[in-house]
């Protein structure tokens, strides 16, 4: 009979740890597939990712939302950001060719509905201009 009780007691304090770990993050945390488990090419890549001023680079970006804006967001040193909405392919996909005229690191943030149906960062990349 203590046997019984004690696994009901494990069984209690076990769903009861559950529940608060559920009521504090949200469902969602239990039934999501991290991130770093995917395995994938980066959503965001640009290349080549070192170059020199007014030189031209590729930006590319994949797994991009297609039923929503995706807006790109250009961050260069400076820091004073500037945003476009970009045309995304039904596939999810985006490239364009850009150059910079001040050394330094330019970020690219793309932004749009995440897969949680929360808008935010759904790639970002950089490229180091000398």
């Not at 009901?8 to 304090?13: E, I, Q």
């Not at 949680?116 to 201009?129: E, L, R």
């Amino acid at each position: 009979m203590f046997i019984l009780l004690s696994r009901l007691g494990r069984l209690l304090v076990g769903t009861t740890v559950v529940i608060a770990v559920t009521g504090f993050m949200g469902f969602n945390t239990l039934t999501t597939t991290p991130v770093a488990s995917k395995h994938k090419d980066p959503p965001c890549t640009i290349s080549p990712s070192t170059v020199a001023v007014n030189q031209a680079y590729t930006i590319s970006a994949t797994r991009l939302p297609t039923i929503d804006p995706v807006y790109l967001i250009v961050t260069p040193p400076s820091g004073s950001s500037s945003v476009t909405p970009v045309p995304v392919s039904s596939t999810g996909t985006w490239s364009g060719i850009e150059s910079s005229g001040l050394a330094g690191t330019w970020t690219y943030t793309f932004s749009g509905l995440q897969t949680n149906n929360t808008y935010g960062a759904v790639a970002t990349c950089s490229a180091h201009v000398i």
